[in-house]
Nanobody
Framework: QVQLVESGGGLVQAGGSLRLSCEAS????????MGWFRQAPGKEREFVAA????????NYADSVKGRFTISRDNVKNTVYLQLNSLKSEDTAVYYC???????????????????WGQGTQVTVSS
């Protein structure tokens, strides 16, 4: 089992920044990809970003490219999501996920991840 705990969400004005953290514990070595998804009110959960181990390869949703950055600290078993230039449409609950997707395209799909955190709320005011 893997436990994921997100933190760092909050209320921020449009144009501002936040850094989300996801600390993993348990059988973390069995998962080679960590991802972030988000779910806005009334919408389906969508992919945001992912990072793989040990090569550190990243990929992003088009809507956040150039504004969000995913990174990881292997020693702390923590993955970060830096959110810059926030917009009102970034308001959502952000979820951390861990898994071992069989194909690259599965990095952007919920089905590619076996473990999920409880989510952290990000609210961007305009």
């Amino acid at each position: 089992q893997v436990q994921l705990v997100e933190s760092g969400g909050g209320l921020v004005q449009a144009g501002g920044s936040l850094r989300l953290s996801c600390e993993a514990s348990g059988r973390t070595f069995s998962n080679n990809v960590m991802g972030w998804f988000r779910q806005a009110p009334g919408k389906e959960r969508e992919f945001v970003a992912a990072i793989s181990f040990p090569d550190g390869a990243t990929n992003y949703a088009d809507s956040v490219k150039g504004r969000f950055t995913i990174s990881r600290d292997n020693v702390k078993n923590t993955v970060y999501l830096q959110l810059n230039s926030l917009k009102s449409e970034d308001t959502a609950v952000y979820y951390c996920a861990a898994g071992s997707p069989s194909y690259y395209r599965d990095r952007g799909r919920e089905s590619g991840y076996a473990y999920w955190g409880q989510g952290t709320q990000v609210t961007v005011s305009s």
